[in-house]
Each structure stands twice: as C-alpha cells, then as structure tokens.
T-cell receptor
C-alpha cells in the first residue's frame, strides 16, 4: 500500500500561470516532507522541503504548503516557466525511520509557452 | 557541491548475466541508497547503507545484493539479471541527519538505464 500518493500523473499549465502539484500521505509518523524535480535522463534534484512544525515554506517561485490534519501537501510554482517542465516527486520521512524517504509516484508537469 | 556519480548511463545485459552497478559520492556522506524508478511507481528503495559494511533491505530487495567496502562507494549487484529488472537505477547519498541537525535531503546520481534482454 502506497504511503505517499500523487494522484495526478500529469498536469498541463500555461506559461506564467500557477502550477499546483498535490501529494497525500497516510503515515502519521511522517514529519518531514520534500519535493524533488526530475528531468529525463537525469537524477532527481532536491527542490524544497518542509518540517511538520510549519505549514508553509517558500523559496523564490516555489512554495510548499502542509496540511497535517488532512495529511496533504502541495507545491505551488508561480509563475510557471517552460523550464519547469519535469516530473515532480514528493517524498516523506519519519523521525524514527532513520534517513529513509518514501516517494510518491510522481506528477509530470508540462508548461506550455 | 555534492557529486554522486554512477558507473554507466546506459547498460544492456542478457538474462542470467551478473550485473554490477557502481556509485561513488564525494561528500563524505554516511548514508547511501539504491532505488529503481518505474513509470507510475515513483522511486522504490532496494537497499540502503548507513555505514561501511552495513546494509539494510529496502522495499524491493529480492534479486539484488549490495556491497559497501568504502564509505564513498556503494555497489548494487544483480546476481542473475531478469527482464523484470529492466529499469532506471538511481543511487543517492545523504548525511546522517539526526546527528547533524540537517534535513533529510538525499542527493542523486544521474541514473543508469538498464535493459535486460
């Protein structure tokens, strides 16, 4: 059973608009969440993270929101750019699980010029 | 800058062959990981290592083994390759964050696209 789910396999957005990528989790022990971006034929690169003691973290065009009661997080990209087109993975970690990450299935974002 | 390198970008092997995938990191990270990535399934953990000569099974260890003789190097071994092991293999490393107050960020290599025919 997948503990981290990204229910939208793909998302298409116009350049300049907001992209919202969603992620749900089931394990209440998760206390740290990350987003990774992956281009074809490259390894994932870390984008932004959030600890469970916060509900928002911002880094430039990227903002991650965490709703602990709903076990839901989202990544907002504003404004979206064609170079943002990639697969985005959310990941979660539990304090008592060492440094292991549990990944979602990924969402392919396409930003159209 | 953290650098994680993998020995091959593309590899084609025959069913039954023994396959070695090598990973090297240059940031003195304690933890190293091997994942496979398949469409719609995200990244699934095969094995990880938190120290030299230490290893732990991940979610899908069957058909794989690992070796960590030096801190910077972590090898994934397919004892007898099968067609269902055709996949993208990703290596990652990270600090042992609990002790250093860092986050849980893992740094990935470029991946090895393995095809077993």
């Amino acid at each position: 059973d997948q503990q981290v789910k990204q229910n939208s396999p793909s998302l298409s957005v116009q350049e300049g608009r907001i992209s919202i990528l969603n992620c749900d989790y089931t394990n209440s022990m998760f206390d740290y969440f990350l987003w990774y971006k992956k281009y074809p034929a490259e390894g994932p690169t870390f984008l932004i993270s959030i600890s469970s003691i916060k509900d928002k973290n911002e880094d430039g065009r990227f903002t991650v929101f965490l709703n602990k009661s709903a076990k839901h997080l989202s990544l907002h990209i504003v404004p979206s750019q064609p170079g943002d087109s990639a697969v985005y993975f959310c990941a979660a970690s539990a304090h008592n699980a060492g440094n292991m990450l549990t990944f979602g299935g990924g969402t392919r974002l396409m930003v159209k010029p | 800058d953290v650098k994680v390198t993998q020995s091959s970008r593309y590899l084609v092997k025959r069913t039954g062959e023994k396959v070695f995938l090598e990973c090297v990191q240059d940031m003195d990270h304690e933890n190293m990981f091997w994942y496979r990535q398949d469409p719609g399934l995200g990244l699934r953990l095969i094995y990880f290592s938190y120290d030299v000569k230490m290893k732990e099974k991940g979610d899908i260890p069957e058909g794989y083994s690992v070796s960590r003789e030096k801190k910077e190097r972590f090898s994934l071994i397919l004892e007898s390759a099968s067609t269902n092991q055709t996949s993208m293999y990703l290596c990652a490393s990270s600090l042992r964050s609990a002790q250093r107050g860092a986050g849980y960020e893992q740094y990935f290599g470029p991946g090895t696209r393995l095809t077993v025919t």
